[in-house]
């Protein structure tokens, strides 16, 4: 197989992993495979990009940011959120 028959493998610049529960679930932002903080939102991503030198990132494009667990607009965990059991009294 010559090089170019072969598939294009990219790693994107910014992977934005699955969320994550907490008080306010948020995802965390990975940038060159070095975690670089926290969001709470799209204005968070576009924020950590801005502080790194990315200006005017394209949140669509798979080269540029890679979306794990859901897109831009999954900011809530897809698993139901249980209140803790409790043992009946006796």
């Not at 699955?18 to 679930?25: D, F, I, R």
């Not at 790194?52 to 540029?64: A, F, K, N, S």
């Amino acid at each position: 197989m010559t090089e170019s028959e072969s598939p294009r493998v990219t790693r994107p610049t910014m992977v934005v992993l699955g969320v994550q529960q907490g008080e306010t679930p948020y995802r965390l932002v990975e940038v060159a495979g070095e975690l670089v903080g926290k969001a709470h939102s799209v204005l968070d991503i576009i924020e950590i990009a801005r502080q790194l030198g990315m200006h005017d990132i394209d949140l669509d494009d798979p080269d540029v940011v890679r979306w794990v667990g859901g897109d831009k607009f999954t900011w809530t965990p897809w698993w139901p959120r249980h209140p803790p059991h409790h043992e009946p009294r006796a």
